[in-house]
């Protein structure tokens, strides 16, 4: 920014003595600030909590089984979530309408408000070293990436702080039906603070401002009904 001079500029009587350098020093540091909120705060899909690959299962063997949590464990001072559901016209509608026939009590909105629900979920149990959470939402794959992931932070006296705020969209991406097993992917957009913090609390990844995150994760299932069911996590990574 060039300097200012009074020389250059007509200047009342009434301001001559206004402390002007004070106001543009004022000015100056409230742009940087707005600059430095703009950087901090806009991060889409940054530091994903931890990839997870998807897991190759012989058809008909143990798997992935039922529905999502109850909307109940939802938080009740979020704005809810807007939900983005194929057409039942377009290729993922048609796989979501073979689900739900062959699975009873499906219904693309209801899973998507357990999606959100196993959403939070999840990155509280992998933030607290959860194992027990970890082990009944995820697949077998799925588990060992994130158990790997936690032991190497316990071994390193790191600390996983993940505070989801709110959910802004849950859309259906994809979905597919492999003999028994039945898939579904789903974008995430959230708000949260995603960071891992060292032995002496300083981050060494990640960001402590909140974030917008763009996240695809894949649930699985086995088909069937069974009394034991649920839908569990297979894949996870930024989107």
């Keep these: 920014m060039p300097t ?44 994903p909590v931890v990839a997870v690959r998807p897991e190759r299962r012989a058809e008909g063997g143990a798997g992935v089984r039922g529905r999502m949590p109850e909307a109940k464990e939802q938080p009740g001072d979020m704005p809810a979530a807007t939900l983005d559901i194929p057409a039942p016209a377009t290729r993922v509608g048609q796989v979501l309408a073979e689900i739900a026939g062959r699975e009873r009590g499906f219904a693309p909105r209801t899973f998507l408000t357990g999606a959100e629900v196993a959403f939070r979920g999840v990155l509280k149990a992998f933030a607290a070293g959860d194992r027990t959470h970890l082990k009944a939402a995820l697949t077998h794959g799925a588990y060992q990436a994130f158990d790997q992931a936690i032991a190497a932070r316990e071994a390193a006296g790191e600390v996983q702080r993940s505070d989801v705020g709110e959910v802004m969209s849950l859309a259906i991406e994809d979905a597919a039906i492999a003999g028994a097993i039945a898939s579904i992917s789903v974008r995430i957009v959230s708000m949260q603070v995603n960071c891992v913090l060292a032995r002496d609390g300083v981050p060494v990844s990640g960001t402590e401002s909140v974030t917008e995150f763009s996240d695809l994760w894949r649930f699985e299932r086995l088909l069937g009904n069974t009394p034991d069911s649920v839908w569990r996590l297979a894949e996870a990574r930024a989107a």
């Design 4 to 47: 200012v001079r009074e020389s250059e500029f007509f200047m009342p009587a009434a301001l001559q003595n206004f402390p002007i350098d004070i106001v543009v020093f004022a000015v100056i540091a409230a742009v940087l600030a707005l600059r430095l909120r703009s950087v901090l705060g806009k991060r889409v899909g940054a530091e």
